[in-house]
């Protein structure tokens, strides 16, 4: 079965950085475009960022210059390498792949970042 397993959260200061981690399994993860989304207490799901089969990416206006995502397809992994982090980022990190009519979500990874 399809599965998204999310790891790297922490606590870390304002301006600095971490590298978060996605690991697939029970799917062709290298026909399918990855995504990181993000859910900050009291607000809604958002998109960070997203990266194709192919390895075109794309990014939120609130993270670009500062994200970036990569994937690594013999590892069956997915990374989001976050720097210059801002308290706003402080959220719950997702993976996701859409895999046909359904979408797949891991269990996310906690990032707090204290000010």
């Known amino acids: 079965q399809v599965q998204l397993v999310e790891s790297g959260g922490r606590l870390v200061q304002a301006g600095g950085s971490l590298r978060l981690s996605c690991a697939a399994s029970g799917f062709m993860f290298r026909i399918y475009a990855m995504g990181w989304y993000r859910q900050a207490p009291g607000k809604q799901r958002e998109s960070v960022a997203r990266i194709t089969s192919s390895g075109i990416t794309n990014y939120a206006d609130f993270v670009k210059g500062r994200f970036t995502i990569s994937r690594d397809n013999a590892k069956k992994t997915v990374y989001l390498q976050m720097n210059s982090l801002k308290p706003e980022d402080t959220a719950d990190y997702y993976c996701?792949?859409?895999?046909?009519?359904?979408?797949?979500w891991g269990q996310g990874t906690q990032v707090t970042v204290s000010s």
């Open positions: 996701a792949s859409q895999i046909g009519s359904r979408d797949y």
